[in-house]
């Protein structure tokens, strides 16, 4: 069965500074791959999506994701964080109904 | 254009008590779903449906039943509410049932249970 994990619950980190955040996914077939993003006391929004092609894909709002087969990994990176980056962060895998992982906080402080 | 709407925004309820949460979205589109949100679990899939007439169980769909009388309606009842379904639920839809989709999500549900 499918499974995503994120490896970390809550990630502070200061306004300007480079972020990562981790996801790993376990599957035997080829998956599509995303990030969500909740803004607090919203609904969830897709942030970013790989299907296929480029292994590295982008956010209009300077977020990226690299699909990495081998280490079966899509992490999250932005090289200089706002505070409006605050939020909570999912990643998810779809064979065919997607699963979520545990979701990643990112708290932007000044 | 609205999205996805949800009702209600909160609900306080006892235990025993029959619930049914309301999603109507505008898009036209095909597939919708329930997901419950908990803290450290992420979101899981309740139920689903791909097209109107259907329905399909989840990951965590005991306790819940779903209808799916036309294309923009999708609501969840609980028939018996209990404290472990306390919890934040969102709805969302997606043009067709298919892997590669976006999912559009409405801004939820927060259920208490008491």
């Known amino acids: 069965a499918q499974s995503v994990t994120q490896l970390d619950s809550q990630v502070p980190v200061f306004e300007e500074a480079p972020v990562e955040l981790r996801c790993n996914y376990s599957s035997s077939v080829s998956v599509y791959l995303f990030w969500y993003v909740q803004y607090p006391n919203q609904g969830l929004q897709l942030l970013l999506k790989y299907l296929s092609g480029s292994t590295l894909v982008k956010s209009i709002n300077g977020f990226e994701a690299e699909f990495n087969k081998s280490q079966t990994s899509f992490h999250l990176r932005k090289p200089s964080v706002h505070i409006s980056d605050t939020a909570e962060y999912f990643c998810a895998v779809s064979e065919g109904k997607l699963i979520f992982g545990q979701g990643t906080e990112l708290s932007v402080k000044p | 254009i609205a999205g996805i709407t949800q009702a209600p925004t909160s609900q306080i309820l006892a235990a025993g008590r029959r619930m049914t949460l309301r999603c109507t979205q505008d898009?036209?589109?095909?597939?919708m779903y329930w997901y419950r949100q908990d803290l450290g679990l992420g979101l899981r899939l309740i139920h689903y449906?791909?097209?109107?007439?259907?329905?399909g169980k989840g990951e965590v769909p005991d306790g819940y039943s779903v209808s799916r009388a036309n294309t923009d309606d999708f609501p969840l009842t609980l028939a018996s509410a209990v404290p472990s379904q306390t919890s934040v639920y969102f709805c969302?839809?997606?043009?067709?049932?298919?892997?590669?989709?976006?999912?559009?999500f409405g801004p939820g549900t927060r259920l208490t249970v008491l």
């Open positions: 449906s791909n097209t109107a007439g259907t329905t």
């Open positions: 969302a839809s997606s043009e067709e049932g298919t892997s590669y989709n976006e999912q559009f």
């Open positions: 898009m036209r589109h095909n597939a």
